[in-house]
């Protein structure tokens, strides 16, 4: 089983649609959650820290699940501009693969 | 405030050869993680240094290696390059220990021929 898993998509929606990724982890001793966002060609960049409590920036949303080792992202009101790869990040302090295991994404496509 | 740089853009190299990746972190960050990331997947950790030293490494050949320097920027080296190297090699800053918010650079694209 794979360390952080994320459908892979494409999801492809109109302007305006809301849209959640999900994605789980395997590793119970994950401490840290994140989602990055990748434009094609570009580098992640950082959007959002995912917190127990569930946190919210404006259009997004993230929340966590440590029971379930469950993490999604809500983005409401879709803009053209949010098309990009959502990458699903866990941190595992001392873990063999590094302290950041990302997914392998969800490519969102927002249409006019 | 500059951000993470990374040199050089766009390199292609034939099998067989070395190349050599620049990285400068973040200002005020001590901390440079590298990783490779080929098409249609995530980056995948290749090894972190911190104070000079490699602190952790991932599941990659000794043919990759890396250093870190006194004003914190780093390199990484890769010998005896193979088709399957061509990627895209990011690399990432941080601050302090243990390392959770990391910033990634741009990127350097390899091409292997």
């Known amino acids: 089983r794979k360390e952080v898993e994320q459908d892979p998509g494409p999801f492809n929606v109109p302007e305006g649609a809301t849209v959640a990724f999900n994605c789980t982890y395997s590793n119970s001793a994950s401490q840290s959650f994140f989602w990055y966002r990748q434009d094609c060609r570009k580098e992640p960049k950082l959007l959002m820290s995912?917190?127990?409590s569930g946190n919210e920036d404006g259009r997004f949303t993230a929340q966590l699940n440590r029971a379930s080792q469950y993490i999604s992202l809500l983005i409401r009101d879709s803009k053209l501009s949010d098309s990009a790869t959502y990458l699903c990040?866990?941190?595992?302090?001392?873990?063999?693969?590094?302290?950041?295991?990302f997914g392998k994404g969800t490519k969102l496509s927002v249409k006019p | 405030d500059a951000g993470v740089t990374q040199s050089p853009t766009h390199l292609i190299k034939t099998r067989g050869q070395q190349v050599t990746l620049r990285c400068s972190p973040k200002?005020?960050?001590?901390?440079v993680s590298w990783y490779q990331q080929a098409l249609g997947q995530g980056p995948q950790f290749i090894f972190q240094?911190?104070?000079?030293?490699?602190?952790q490494r991932g599941n990659f050949p000794d043919r990759f290696s890396g250093h870190q320097f006194p004003n914190y920027s780093s390199e990484l080296n890769v010998n005896a390059l193979l088709l399957g190297d061509s990627a895209l090699y990011l690399c990432a800053s941080s601050f302090g220990e243990p390392s959770y918010e990391q910033y990634f650079g741009p990127g350097t694209r390899l091409t292997v021929t």
């Open positions: 990040v866990v941190n595992i302090p001392g873990g063999s693969q590094g302290n950041l295991i």
């Open positions: 240094y911190y104070e000079e030293e490699e602190r």
């Open positions: 995912v917190y127990s």
């Open positions: 200002s005020g960050h001590d901390t």
